[in-house]
């Protein structure tokens, strides 16, 4: 069964310092994986999109890594801001799906994050 | 500009009721999905539709049904409301292609009572 797991569940960090965020997956086969910001009340918005080549990816003070033999991810924030908190989703496409850019995916949960100042 | 909007953003309608959200998209997409936030937070795919054809039908109950007018409009209908439809439906919308981004609009928070 393709799952996603993300930890910690949640976090609250002080506005300014760095924080890295978790994924393990059992998605096979494996297509890419995604990190997603779900702000409360809106949908989910991408920050990046790993293929199995990729192993680091950076959107601006968001860095992801992907680890494709571990099946392990990793988003570093870095120089945490007040707009940052959020849930952080991590999101695995499956390789059997030849369709759009959101089929077969499988979400993680997410990482609710809270930026205190 | 809005990339992908949905209507209502919030529903609240009784058990046994029948009910659309309304989805259009302005990102000239040939793909636009429809998925479902439970209670536990996972987002799920319900639908699937490329150029008016369904290709993905997740096991959802024949009461939920996607009606596509065009390529930028894919609409839920919902019949025969029943208590476990409470969600948050997310539509969303892409090119062809397993790398493509997929862009989601705000959501429609339903509540049944």
């Known amino acids: 069964k393709n799952q996603v797991e993300q930890s910690p569940q949640s976090l609250i960090i002080l506005e300014g310092k760095n924080c890295t965020l978790q994924?393990?997956?059992?998605?096979?086969?494996?297509?890419?994986l995604r990190w997603y910001k779900q702000d409360t009340g809106r949908g989910p918005v991408s920050l990046t999109i790993?293929?199995?080549?990729?192993n680091t990816k950076s959107n601006g003070r968001y860095t992801a890594t992907l680890d494709a033999d571990t099946k392990q991810s990793s988003l570093h924030i870095t120089a945490s801001q007040l707009s940052d908190s959020a849930s952080y989703i991590c999101?695995?496409?499956?390789?059997?799906?030849?369709?759009?850019?959101?089929?077969?995916?499988?979400f993680g949960k997410g990482t609710h994050l809270i930026i205190q100042p | 500009d809005t990339a992908v909007s949905q209507t209502p953003k919030y529903l609240v309608t009784q058990m046994g009721n029948d009910k659309s959200i309304k989805c259009e998209q302005n990102?000239?997409?040939?793909?636009m999905y429809w998925y479902k936030q439970d209670s536990k937070k996972f987002l799920k795919i319900m639908f699937s539709?490329?150029?008016?054809?369904?290709?993905i039908n997740e096991t959802v109950p024949n009461r939920f049904s996607p009606k596509s007018p065009d390529k930028a409009h894919l609409n839920l209908h919902i019949n025969s409301l029943e208590l476990g439809d409470s969600a948050v439906y997310f539509c969303?919308?892409?090119?062809?292609?397993?790398?493509?981004?997929?862009?989601f609009g705000q959501g429609t928070r339903l509540t049944v009572v």
């Open positions: 969303a919308s892409s090119h062809r292609g397993a790398n493509t981004e997929a862009f």
């Open positions: 539709y490329n150029n008016k054809e369904l290709i």
């Open positions: 994924c393990n997956y059992t998605v096979s086969p494996f297509s890419n």
């Open positions: 990102l000239g997409h040939d793909t």
């Open positions: 790993m293929t199995f080549s990729e």
């Open positions: 999101v695995v496409r499956a390789g059997r799906y030849s369709g759009g850019g959101a089929d077969g995916l499988t």
